[in-house]
């Protein structure tokens, strides 16, 4: 069974940096693309950016850009959303996903199979 545990959220200053992490269980991370997401409140989850079986990043949200990156440790089964540039407009729930496919899809969608619980960020000085 897949299971996500994201970890890593806190409260930050503006201009700051955060490395969050999504450890994988019941499965090979690198078997599958995973994307992460954020949830603001009272907003709709909106899909950040993936990265597919062949480590190719996908970016769906033009404010990341330039800030976000995603990578994954093959090792420890884990995939990691570095960001740095941290502004108030981060604040929000992060959440990772994965689903059985390879490649990323082409366009900002939430239908994924598998969640993570959620790691709250918080942009504030």
């Known amino acids: 069974q897949v299971h996500l545990v994201e970890s890593g959220g806190g409260l930050v200053q503006p201009g700051g940096s955060l490395r969050l992490s999504c450890a994988a269980s019941?499965?090979?991370?690198?078997?599958?693309?995973t994307g992460w997401f954020r949830q603001a409140p009272g907003k709709e989850r909106e899909a950040l950016l993936c990265l597919s079986t062949s480590d190719l990043t996908t970016y769906y949200t033009d404010s990341v850009k330039g800030r976000f990156t995603i990578s994954r440790d093959v090792a420890a089964n884990t995939v990691y959303l570095q960001m740095n540039s941290l502004k108030p407009e981060d604040t929000a729930v992060y959440f990772c996903a994965t689903d059985h496919r390879y490649d990323c899809p082409g366009g900002p969608t939430t239908d994924f199979g598998s969640w993570g619980q959620g790691t709250q960020v918080t942009v504030s000085s």
């Open positions: 019941g499965f090979t991370a690198t078997y599958f693309a």
